[in-house]
């Protein structure tokens, strides 16, 4: 009975030192699993800022506000100052032309033929410029003139509203005037009428061109839009600007200008795989950049396969009952759309000219737009990648403060979110109904929505409101400050607050558990060690003497585990400067080690009962990966040691109940021994009488 007893004692004691070493592994494991994978997730940031800087966005405004300048022209007579034909005409002839053909220099003297096609001396023509018309195809059936105006009014001319409703038909005295294909692909419903100019054409030859089309109604009532097309390369950037001056001829009569001045960065470490590289060479700091892709590229792929094994292991519906799931699906997916458009450039590139004659156009406007709207992605994933760092800021309630409150307020927040929504839209639309005929800030209901928003930022024209309507001018103006501004603005604010006192008031009074998790690794890490050390020591001990090179190892890693003044102390202790350690000299720095790692195993008791003292809440130390994965691991570790417990418990029962059985069989049997033994002695007797 005391045997299996002790037997007992021992397995329990085995068991708890398991789960105390399995704990600590994981201790060490959590911290260093976290840090890894902040690491890496800083590393993968790094790799799209590196990405995303070399786009040249910082010398590309420069670039095109010059050339914006250079091609508008001054008040009164600028681009922007077009509002009917004439100045149309009158702007290509005055403005566009003289700085697009140059042939004289600064002093008046003509340029020799290497210095013209250039705007602004330094940006180099390619191809000719090209002036596109878009025209809108007379259909009765979508645009009737009243009977009661039939005899005043010959024809209407509607608006474009698809690629159906472009017309390709020819025009103009006999005809002269057609359509012809643009770009790589051919729009859907009609063509395009274009009239080309070679870039080392004289200005006035081009100025008589155009007077020409004047005259011969190449502008006429069913033009909706012409174009003035050029694309420039700067060799000191190394970028193209593809310029597009829109004038549009509306069907409510008039010209509104529009423009686009696009950069193109030509991707040189992409043009790696083309045979465009011919045209421009990559260097080195191309191909390294290229090798940066190429990483960024495969760790997106590894993160989009490590989702995807994510989502099949819990299902979709757990998937994507976490909020930072659905980021990162949606992260994921525009990078791989991102990378999508940068294949699809490279392959625009062996369908430019890059080099085409004087008078031939060279389109560039599919690369310019393709190179804004991968931008466009970058730009909106930028927001997405910074705002998962917040993932991994769940480690330390006081770095994730920020989600912890978000979390708070989300059931209030949801619920003010529909009021304010339900009381903005209806502003939008009064604003919209009240002054949309009479100011253009509020012409249509998404200019009236985005109006309203910097009213609350502080952006408004009272003045402008009231003359437009001096009855609901001010009445509109000012229930809507009241009501947005004044109170669900305030309750917003008032709902954010309270949300961060109540998290603050939870996490305040408690030790952030990555700090925590942190010095427990580094306390496992220096405990695990010093054991090392113990055994190192008894190792180079086996020859009875410690020599100087072993001496010198050990103090080096007593240095490095517990630090400077510590090891000097025990060094002190210990070393008679003979410059070896006896039998007892090792025994004693053997003691001092030891009795270095009890109390540092002590003082890691000691800040373990206080973490079960001074914890976080349940629901907060929940968010910690480490602390969960610590508990889970230790968790199942404490259920296999209690079944063995259980197992054996059951195994020394079941023994003891056959001992049992086995002595009671053994008493039975020596009692009929004695029984026969007797009877055996009164045989003699017997035989006697």
Not at 184 to 192: L, P, Y
Not at 497 to 507: H, I, N
Request: net charge negative.
């Amino acid at each position: 009975m005391s045997v299996s007893t002790e037997k007992l004692t021992e397995l329990r004691d085995r068991a708890e030192r398991v789960v105390r070493a399995t704990e600590e592994e994981e201790v060490e494991a959590g911290f260093r699993s976290a840090c890894l994978e902040v690491i890496f997730y800083l590393l993968f940031v790094a790799l799209f800022a590196v990405v995303t800087w070399m786009s040249a966005i910082n010398v590309a405004y420069p670039y095109s506000s010059k050339m914006r300048e250079a091609v508008y022209g001054d008040p009164p007579e600028s681009f922007e100052d077009v509002f009917q034909e004439s100045q149309f005409w009158d702007y290509l002839e005055e403005q566009a032309i003289p700085t697009l053909f140059v042939r004289e220099d600064a002093n008046g003297d003509v340029l020799p033929p290497d210095q013209r096609g250039y705007v602004l001396r330094v940006n180099k023509l390619i191809g000719a410029v090209r002036l596109e018309q878009k025209r809108v195809e007379l259909d009765p059936g979508r645009c009737t003139v009243p009977p009661v105006y039939a005899s005043l009014i010959d024809n209407c001319y509607p608006s474009i509203r698809t690629e159906f409703d472009v017309s390709d038909e020819s025009y103009g005295r006999e005809d002269r005037f057609s359509a012809v294909s643009t770009g790589f692909f051919v729009d859907v419903g009609g063509q395009r009428f274009v009239q080309d100019f070679a870039n080392d054409a004289h200005p006035d030859d081009v100025v008589d061109e155009l007077r020409k089309l004047r005259n011969d109604s190449w502008v006429d009532l069913q033009t909706r839009e012409v174009h003035l097309l050029f694309t420039v390369y700067n060799p000191a950037v190394d970028l193209f600007c593809n310029v597009d001056l829109e004038f549009k001829f509306l069907h409510t009569g008039g010209v509104r200008p529009e423009s686009r001045f696009r950069t193109v960065n030509m991707l040189r470490q992409w043009l790696l795989l083309t045979p465009s590289r011919v045209f421009f060479p990559p260097g080195v700091e191309h191909q390294l950049l290229f090798i940066a892709e190429m990483v960024f590229f495969l760790i997106v792929l590894g993160m989009v396969v490590a989702e995807v094994r994510q989502l099949a292991r819990v299902g979709w519906l757990a998937y994507i009952s976490s909020v930072w799931n659905v980021i990162d699906v949606l992260n994921l997916s525009l990078f791989i759309v991102f990378f999508f458009y940068r294949f699809f450039f490279v392959a625009l590139t062996s369908l430019i000219n890059f080099r085409p004659s004087p008078d031939t156009y060279s389109e560039f406007r599919y690369m310019a737009e393709l190179t804004y709207q991968s931008q466009n992605l970058a730009a909106f994933n930028c927001v997405l990648t910074y705002v998962k760092l917040f993932k991994y800021l769940q480690f330390s309630t006081r770095l994730s403060q920020l989600t912890h409150t978000l979390t708070e307020a989300s059931e209030d927040l949801a619920g003010f979110l529909f009021m304010f929504l339900l009381v903005f839209m209806a502003y939008a639309f009064s604003f919209h109904m009240a002054f949309g005929m009479d100011v253009a800030k509020f012409s249509d209901f998404t200019n009236s929505y985005f109006t309203l928003f910097l009213i609350i930022l502080g952006e408004f024209d009272f003045v402008e409101l009231r003359l437009a309507n001096d009855l609901l001018g001010p009445v509109l103006f000012i229930s809507y400050i009241v009501i947005v501004f004044l109170i669900l603005f305030n309750m917003f604010l008032a709902i954010i607050g309270d949300a961060y006192v109540r998290v603050k008031e939870r996490t305040g009074a408690y030790e952030d558990p990555f700090m925590r998790n942190i010095r427990a690794g580094f306390s496992a890490r220096k405990r695990k060690r010093l054991r090392k050390l113990e055994m190192s020591i008894d190792n180079a001990g086996a020859d009875d003497v410690i020599t100087a090179d072993e001496i010198r190892e050990i103090e080096a890693d007593l240095r490095d585990i517990l630090g400077d003044e510590e090891t000097d102390v025990i060094m002190a202790k210990v070393s008679d400067d003979d410059g070896v350690f006896s039998p007892d000299e090792a025994a004693q720095l053997m003691a001092r080690i030891v009795e270095s790692r009890q109390k540092l195993e002590r003082e890691m008791r000691r800040d373990e009962r206080a973490d079960k003292t001074h914890s976080l809440p349940e629901e907060i130390e929940a968010k910690d990966p480490a602390f969960a994965l610590r508990m889970s691991t230790a968790k199942a570790v404490r259920e296999r040691v209690e079944q063995i417990e259980i197992n054996q418990k059951a195994l020394f029962t079941s023994i003891q109940s056959s001992q049992k059985a086995i002595m009671l069989k053994i008493g039975s049997l020596t009692d009929t021994m004695d029984t026969i033994a007797q009877r055996l002695q009164a045989v003699p007797g017997m035989q006697r009488r």
